[in-house]
């Protein structure tokens, strides 16, 4: 695993109209900020937990990021500029204030491939960094003329839940609220969209579900680098084939034409995986990013949050995979609770498809990458118009049907609720019986 996830931070070169700025956002530990968040934690998780209980160092945090925009202009001898020159270029070449907040990839630990014992490693696409992101960032921007930061959160199994979604949450503090020796000024809450793929797209809404409580329980106000910022909720949420499921309770209820290439999710608890000094943890756990006990926590697996009234406007893509369930259980739950939703369906697509070598030059691809540029423009620019829409993309993505949200899942979502929870414990049992079976060798 220590290998997989050295291969991920590894940054990968990218030819385009591109500025990519690294950044680091420096927060000073505080321990109210700290104790505020856990409690969030604690209370959406309505007593799930794991055996480790959720804990966060009381220090002082570096959240890198890399700060992303369509480059229009031609700066000679750009990368000799220094990290302010080349974000003040970066800012001269947009056109408007709006900014993605983005979570990359990698199922919260490494580098994605498919696992096969025995078999010659297949490697499908690198995922663990922001350099990641700046084929979807250079789209994205083009369309809505402003900015793309990318976080480098904390990885697993090192940091284990809730360590990512704190620098999620401290990236998108710092966006309201700039930290001493940032690049950007203070940036609105109604500029910002909040945006990932796979585990990213969960740890995203997992982040709006944070923000939902606070504004729930009337919190207007949070000290952060020395003052009082207010969290308010972003201007909209977008995702390609979020991980909302966790540990795959919902799988049995996905058609994937076994396009899926996700359905091997747990490699590092088999006997032939190779240990190394991060995996297996200390102390012992079922996953990487969180123990089995917190595999329905609704910020873990958001699929099982319940309530998402008042949330911005939602856009969610994904192909035919295992994670189109969970997917389907949010929105489907959202658009209830009045929230405006957008889907995007896409037939033959499996996980992540954007970023597969080979794929992502597809027609359905441009057509992701578009309907996800003009949704994030919309969210800022014209929210208004912004209505409920689920539509399937056929083959040659001309092919547009709308869909009804009425029978976009066949169960309900107390169904849904049950078969995640009893997946929860076979998982439980499964690690169990692993255990006692390494014990024995």
């Known amino acids: 695993m220590s290998e997989r996830q050295a291969l991920s931070r590894r940054e990968v070169p990218f030819k385009g109209s591109l500025w990519a700025v690294p950044t680091v956002f420096a927060i000073p530990g505080d321990s109210s900020l700290h104790e505020i ?5 604690l209370d959406l998780g309505n ?3 794991g055996t480790e209980g959720f804990t966060l160092e009381e220090k002082a945090y570096s959240v890198g990021a890399e700060w992303n925009g369509y480059r229009i202009s031609k700066t000679e001898q750009a ?26 990839g990698g199922g919260y630990w490494s580098v994605l491939r498919s696992f096969r014992p025995r078999r010659k490693y297949v490697k499908f696409s690198s995922v663990g960094n922001p350099s990641h992101s700046r084929y979807i960032a250079q789209s994205v921007t083009k369309i809505t003329g402003g900015s793309f930061c990318s976080v480098d959160y904390s990885l697993s199994p090192q940091n284990p839940f809730p360590a990512a979604l704190y620098d999620i949450f401290l990236a998108y503090l710092s966006l309201l609220a700039p930290p001493p020796g940032s690049f950007h000024t203070p940036i609105a809450a109604s500029s910002i969209v909040l945006a990932g793929d796979s585990s990213g797209g969960a740890l995203s809404l997992a982040l709006l579900q944070v923000l939902l409580y606070l ?10 680098c020395g003052r009082l910022v207010s969290p308010s909720l972003p201007a909209g949420i977008a995702t390609l ?10 799988a049995s209820l996905a058609d994937t034409k076994n396009l899926d290439f996700t359905k091997d999710r747990s490699p590092f608890l088999e006997s032939w995986y ?21 595999l329905c926590h609704p910020l873990v697996s958001p699929a099982v949050a319940e309530d998402w009234k008042d949330s911005p406007p939602m856009w969610f893509a994904w192909g035919e995979e295992l994670q189109q369930v969970g997917c389907k259980a949010i929105a489907s739950q959202a658009v209830k609770q009045g929230t405006v939703v957008q889907t995007a369906e896409y037939s033959g697509m499996p ?26 423009r919309m969210c800022v620019d014209e929210p208004k118009l912004l209505k409920s829409r689920r539509t399937a993309i056929g083959y040659s993505a001309a092919e547009e049907t709308q869909l009804q949200f009425n029978d976009i899942l066949e169960i309900e979502f107390d169904e849904i609720k049950e078969l995640m929870r009893k997946n929860m414990l076979k998982e439980e049992e499964l690690y169990r019986r692993r255990q006692q079976s390494l014990v024995k060798l």
């Open 37 to 41: 968040f856990l409690q969030a934690v």
């Open 351 to 376: 996980h992540i498809f954007l970023l597969l070598p080979g794929l992502g030059r597809l027609p359905q691809a441009t057509h992701c990458l578009n309907a996800w540029g003009e949704f994030c």
């Open 79 to 104: 990368r000799k500029l220094s990290g302010q020159e080349q974000y003040d270029a970066l800012r001269q070449d947009c056109s408007s204030e709006t900014t993605v907040l983005y979570a990359h």
């Open 215 to 224: 504004k729930r329980h009337e919190v207007t106000s949070l000290p952060f």
């Open 241 to 250: 084939s979020a991980w909302c499921d966790k540990h795959g309770g919902l």
């Open 47 to 49: 007593g799930v937990g």
């Open 274 to 294: 190779p240990p190394c000094s991060i995996w297996p943890a200390h102390p012992p756990r079922c996953f990487p990013y969180c123990d089995s006990t917190a």
